[in-house]
């Protein structure tokens, strides 16, 4: 599976928009970019997933360059109930493997007021 | 997004002891189901991959006896810890894949084997 790389932390005021970065430069044309973000002691919650194109959903947006190497999360909004650990994972699409997610440490996001 | 359940929340045991945890899709069918573990200040690390009405697939260094999984319906998955220990204790969590895309997680399961 591709690896992934993400900054350790990063700080956001409230309001402004958070954008989180990813490395995935060892990507395969069928594997997809997942982020997922845990809030302390909970299970991590489903945010948006892309394989090409640009995607958007009611939480946030997803760009992906277009030699796929790297991706950015956008909160628009950021609140502090975004506060959590971000997660960018690289999921194969197909194979004894499909499915499987591989965590990474993942970017501690700390929203201030 | 799609829900998820784990009983128990948290558990607490006596060392020897066997614990069961279920994990349970409430608002679609799973034909397969993930569980992870996470130690403090850790990520996920992933155990097993269980698929209904078949063996479940464990990672590799994950002792299959010890982490005993069924998945006997489209809509459970267990997860037996057998003979636990202090060294046991963890954040167990389960997700399930909706469609061939995308997995929703439970809320965990807090163990502490005394």
Same mark, same amino acid.
């Given at each position: #599976?591709?690896?992934?790389?993400?900054?350790?932390? %990063? #700080?956001?005021?409230?309001?402004?928009?958070?954008?989180?970065?990813?490395?995935?430069?060892?990507?395969?044309?069928?594997?997809?970019?997942?982020?997922?973000?845990?809030?302390?002691?909970?299970?991590?919650?489903?945010?948006?997933?892309?394989?090409?194109?640009?995607?958007?959903?009611? %939480?946030?947006?997803?760009?992906?360059?277009? #030699?796929?190497?790297?991706?950015?999360?956008?909160?628009?909004?950021?609140?502090?109930? #975004?506060?959590?650990?971000?997660?960018?994972?690289?999921?194969?699409?197909?194979?004894?493997?499909?499915?499987?997610?591989?965590?990474?440490?993942?970017?501690?996001?700390?929203?201030?007021? | 997004?799609?829900?998820?359940?784990?009983?128990?929340?948290?558990?607490?045991?006596?060392?020897?002891?066997?614990?069961?945890?279920?994990?349970?899709?409430?608002?679609?069918?799973?034909?397969?189901?993930?569980?992870?573990?996470?130690?403090?200040?850790?990520?996920?690390?992933?155990?097993?991959?269980?698929?209904?009405?078949?063996?479940?697939?464990?990672?590799?260094?994950?002792?299959?006896?010890?982490?005993?999984?069924?998945?006997?319906?489209?809509?459970?998955?267990?997860?037996?810890?057998?003979?636990?220990?202090?060294?046991?204790?963890?954040?167990?969590?389960?997700?399930?894949?909706?469609?061939?895309?995308?997995?929703?997680?439970?809320?965990?399961?807090?163990?502490?084997?005394?």
């Amino acid at each position: #599976d591709a690896k992934t790389t993400q900054p350790t932390s %990063m #700080d956001c005021a409230e309001g402004r928009a958070a954008n989180l970065p990813c490395n995935h430069s060892t990507i395969s044309g069928n594997e997809y970019v997942y982020w997922y973000r845990q809030i302390h002691s909970q299970g991590p919650q489903y945010i948006i997933h892309g394989l090409k194109n640009n995607e958007t959903n009611e %939480m946030a947006s997803l760009i992906i360059t277009e #030699d796929r190497k790297s991706s950015t999360l956008i909160l628009p909004h950021a609140t502090l109930r #975004d506060t959590a650990v971000y997660y960018c994972i690289v999921r194969v699409g197909r194979g004894s493997t499909l499915g499987r997610l591989y965590f990474g440490r993942g970017t501690q996001l700390t929203v201030w007021p | 997004g799609a829900v998820v359940s784990q009983h128990p929340s948290r558990v607490i045991c006596k060392s020897g002891t066997s614990v069961k945890i279920e994990c349970r899709s409430l608002d679609f069918q799973a034909t397969t189901m993930f569980w992870y573990r996470q130690f403090p200040k850790q990520s996920l690390m992933l155990m097993a991959t269980s698929n209904e009405g078949s063996k479940a697939t464990y990672e590799q260094g994950v002792e299959k006896d010890k982490f005993l999984i069924n998945h006997a319906s489209l809509t459970l998955s267990t997860l037996t810890v057998t003979s636990a220990h202090p060294e046991d204790s963890s954040f167990y969590i389960c997700s399930a894949r909706r469609g061939v895309k995308t997995q929703y997680f439970g809320p965990g399961t807090r163990l502490l084997v005394l």
